[in-house]
Nanobody, 120 residues
């Protein structure tokens, strides 16, 4: 079964940090661009960050630039999203997705999401 599984979410105070993981099973992530998305209650899903299959190219939403870092470890078949200086507005369900064609193309596989709550 081909799937992506996110982990690492939780409750954190403003200014804190979390590291999300996106692990693949049933297929290798080596040839896929991986994107992180988030959806807050009552809002549309938005792209947060993406990393190319080689890891040589990354992009970030303006709202997270300088605070979030995406990385990948193909040996572990896992992509990470390091989130620092978290703000209440970062509260959302975070999803990872895999694209066989690149960050700006359609995504083939999606995870179930992990909740991130930033609150004091």
């Amino acid at each position: 079964q081909l799937q992506l599984v996110e982990s690492g979410g939780g409750l954190v105070q403003p200014g804190g940090s979390l590291r999300l993981s996106c692990a693949a099973s049933g297929f290798t992530l080596d040839y896929y661009a991986i994107g992180w998305f988030r959806q807050a209650p009552g809002k549309e899903r938005e792209g947060v960050s993406c990393i190319s299959s080689s890891g040589g190219s990354t992009n970030y939403a303006d709202s997270v630039k300088g605070r979030f870092t995406i990385s990948r470890d193909n040996a572990k078949n896992t992509v990470y999203l390091q989130m620092n200086s978290l703000k209440p507005e970062d509260t959302a369900v975070y999803y990872c997705a895999a694209s066989n064609y690149g960050c700006d193309e359609g995504y083939d596989y999606w995870g179930q999401g992990t909740q991130v709550t930033v609150s004091s």
